[in-house]
């Protein structure tokens, strides 16, 4: 173990003499760097670090044979940290010696550059006298500039007048390259001649005239120029198909001028002298003519007026859009080819295009537009105009991006026109109702039967002629947008609940009409199953409009009430079907009163009267839509068996003996399976059972022909048990018809009902409740 520690206390001395070299060095590297801790401290850690190190090595007895070998170890590194410091060490004085030898040539360079700018100073003050003296020299050289100018352009100054008639000529002649070439030469004579001038003496304004008057011509040969050029840009669409090279001239003309332009500019940086009439800016002026141009052309393609030509703003719009189309295809493949790249003249003409559309439809806009000219310049600015009709056309691909192209009208312009076009259309849906209704009204009037569909049901063409109104409107506004479409439907749909209320009081007018004087109208029957028939196409077809221009879940979004509607339009059907049945009872008024008296007991055939009745006006029923004929015949069932009923609670007759009550009951149950095969008969197909109403007849007449008065508690008690809505006043009439129950037997039994009603079955449809007998106190029943 003693070995071991002195063994482990000299790798320790060895770790700490490396971490101590290691610290010596870094010190000498940068005596500069404050020093955290004393030297002391720094041994003390470099000893801690070194016995953690030795402790970790040698943590095994059999690691002890090993020491030899660690300290070599170390000493390698010892001595491989010794040489990087000694390296680096060595390197930085490299670079300070080297750094020290370049500042020492820079000084010296310094003080030779000192040196040469003191003799450049000597010389220069001693020169001053010399530059002095050769002013005469330099005004001379001035002169001789001038006068060598004037030489040069002497030939040019006489020929003046003889070149502007030639140039006069040649603008009229159309040779505008060579009339412009010969205005050159003289701008060129006149501002060279003027600069001149301008360099000698430039507060000399009247040489300055002088020249400018002597060359006055030129500026109106400019100006002349200048309108031939305008005149072949305007043009420059129908040019370019027929003399390209003319306008290829005019655009050659344009890009010399905007060379010299921007050359005299430049000189006028330098010597302040810019030649009058300059700069020219042609090439502005030349985008500015083909401004005014498409303006011109989008603004003269209105031929018709709201007077003279009520599809005025349709052919308008179509003619904007062709006109455009052909113009742009006529820019894209052959204008460009006659302009610089760099003029962007497709770009250009698009721009000036689509604002000068922009303008021409907002002053349309601003017009006192109708509902159907606002639909046709909404559908041509949303949809027309992006369209492959016009700048989505395939042939101006890819130059023009139909996504990045702006509205033509702001969103509030277009939002005002969709509010007066929703105002204007909802005034137009109620006026065309109102006016369908009226003329529907006035068909019901007639003397010939209507019309009747593939079916044979009997109609009118009040539900085509609405939903034909309401389908036009709705593929008009689809044309427009998506929400357009949406808010026109809701509209029609509010409307046609409005609609319908109208609907329901004329039908109700027309009925009660006809009940004053049944003569008229002739064919009353037959309009009133088209009015029942059409209330089952308006369902259809409100269904029908539903499915095609609105999803399920829009429909739930806007809340618009179908089942109102429904439940309108079965109210109007029920109180048609209800004056068809008021007219049959009319007709059967007098049969019914026959029945339960003397006459009847003694053979009438008032219920085979009844029978051929009903079964005929059944026939003509038979033009009534199935939903509603099914109800009727229901209902017509229940008002037969209800109104024989009440002609037995109507105490017509009293049967004097059993012979006439057998007669009686045995008539009532041969009239109940009369009255059950006809309706029967009447409802084949619908599969329903109409045997319960009449079943009812048959109950009372087992009443009625009963022979053993003894068993006529349990009898009437059965009945009560089988139509619970019968009262006390029922049983008193039949007890009364009948003509045999003792005063106590009909104290029981009325005292027996009123204990409480039986309770009735759920699919119980109530008889009794609706037939009413006449006063008469159970007082003087029980008499």
Not at 465 to 494: D, G
Request: aromatic letters at 6%; one cysteine or more.
């Amino acid at each position: 173990m003693a070995g071991h520690f002195r063994l482990g206390s000299e790798a320790a001395g060895g770790r700490c003499s490396v971490a101590a070299s290691a610290h010596r060095a870094h010190v000498r590297r940068d005596h500069r760097a404050p020093q955290p801790c004393t030297m002391k401290e720094t041994d003390r850690e470099a000893v801690a670090t070194a016995v953690q190190r030795v402790a970790g090595m040698l943590q095994r007895p059999d690691q002890l044979d090993k020491v030899e070998q660690y300290r070599r170890r170390e000493a390698r590194k010892k001595a491989s940290v010794e040489a990087r410091l000694k390296a680096a060490i060595q390197s930085q004085l490299d670079g300070v010696r080297t750094g020290l030898s370049q500042l020492h040539s820079a000084l010296t360079d310094v003080r030779d550059i000192r040196r040469a700018l003191g003799a450049v100073s000597t010389d220069w003050r001693q020169s001053i006298s010399t530059i002095e003296s050769l002013r005469d020299v330099k005004d001379a050289v001035v002169r001789h500039s001038q006068l060598a100018a004037a030489v040069e352009n002497l030939k040019s100054i006489f020929s003046v007048p003889e070149i502007v008639r030639e140039t006069q000529d040649l603008i009229e002649q159309g040779a505008l390259l060579q009339a412009h070439r010969k205005l050159m030469d003289l701008e060129c004579s006149r501002d060279g001649l003027m600069y001149e001038q301008y360099r000698m003496d430039s507060g000399n304004t009247r040489d300055m005239t002088l020249i400018h008057s002597y060359f006055g011509s030129t500026q109106g040969l400019s100006d002349e120029l200048a309108k031939q050029l305008w005149m072949v840009l305007q043009r420059a669409l129908v040019t370019v198909r027929r003399d390209p090279t003319l306008l290829v001239s005019v655009v050659r003309i344009i890009e010399r001028e905007e060379k010299i332009d921007r050359r005299i500019l430049d000189r006028k940086k330098q010597t302040g002298f810019v030649p009058p009439g300059r700069p020219k800016r042609w090439k502005d002026k030349m985008f500015s003519v083909l401004d005014r141009t498409v303006t011109t052309r989008i603004e003269g393609t209105q031929a018709d007026t709201r007077e003279s030509d009520k599809m005025w703003l349709v052919r308008h719009l179509e003619i904007i859009r062709k006109y455009v189309l052909d113009d742009l295809l006529v820019a894209k493949s052959l204008l460009v080819q006659c302009f610089p790249a760099h003029y962007g003249i497709f770009r250009s003409l698009l721009g000036m295009y689509h604002q000068a559309l922009s303008t021409r439809m907002q002053e349309l806009a601003a017009e006192d537009l109708e509902a159907n000219e606002i639909v046709s310049l909404l559908t041509w600015v949303l949809n027309t105009y992006t369209s492959c009709e016009m700048m989505g056309n395939l042939e101006l691909a890819p130059e023009v991006d139909v996504s990045a192209l702006e509205s033509l009208l702001a969103p509030h312009v277009i939002s005002e026109l969709l509010d007066t076009y929703m105002s204007t259309l909802t005034s137009n849906i109620i006026a065309w109702l109102r006016k369908a209704l009226e003329t529907d009204k006035k068909d019901w009037m007639r003397e010939t039967e209507p019309e009747a569909d593939q079916d044979g049901y009997f109609q009118t063409t009040l539900p085509a002629i609405v939903f034909q109104m309401f389908e036009q409107n709705l593929q008009v506004a689809a044309q427009i947008s998506e929400e357009l479409k949406t808010k026109v439907l809701v509209l029609c749909l509010q409307q046609m609940n409005s609609f319908l209320s109208r609907y329901k009081e004329e039908a109700q007018q027309y009925k009660e009409d006809h009940l004053r004087d049944r003569q008229h109208p002739h064919c009353y029957v037959q309009y009133m199953i088209a009015i029942i028939n059409n209330c089952q196409t308006f369902k259809e077809s409100i269904v029908s409009l539903k499915r095609k221009y609105l999803s399920s879940d829009m429909e739930e979004g806007l809340g618009l009430s179908q089942p109102s509607m429904d439940g309108v339009l079965d109210a109007i059907a029920k109180e048609g079907c209800s004056g068809l049945l008021e007219e049959v009872f009319l007709d059967l008024e007098q049969h019914l009163s026959e029945l339960m008296t003397k006459k009847w007991l003694l053979g009438s055939n008032a219920v085979d009267t009844i029978c051929v009745t009903v079964e005929d006006y059944f026939n003509d029923f038979a033009k009534i839509k199935k939903p509603y004929k099914k109800r009727m015949m229901a209902e017509a069932h229940r008002r037969v068996v209800v109104e024989y009923l009440r002609a037995a609670m109507q105490k017509r007759i009293s049967f004097r003996s059993a012979e006439e009550r057998k007669e009686g009951g045995e008539r009532m149950v041969r009239e109940a399976e009369q009255l059950r095969f006809l309706f029967r008969k009447l409802a084949s197909g619908f599969g329903e059972d109409v045997d319960g109403h009449c079943d009812t007849i048959v109950a009372v007449a087992e009443v009625i022909k009963l022979t053993d008065p003894s068993l006529l508690y349990l009898e009437v008690s059965t009945l009560v048990s089988k139509y619970p809505d019968i009262r006390d006043d029922h049983i008193g009439a039949l007890l009364a018809m009948r003509g045999d129950a003792s005063r106590d037997m009909k104290q029981t039994i009325i005292e027996s009902l009123e204990q409480g009603p039986t309770q009735a079955s759920p699919h119980y449809v109530p008889l009794f409740k609706d037939i009413m007998v006449p006063s008469l106190t159970v007082a003087k029943l029980l008499k």
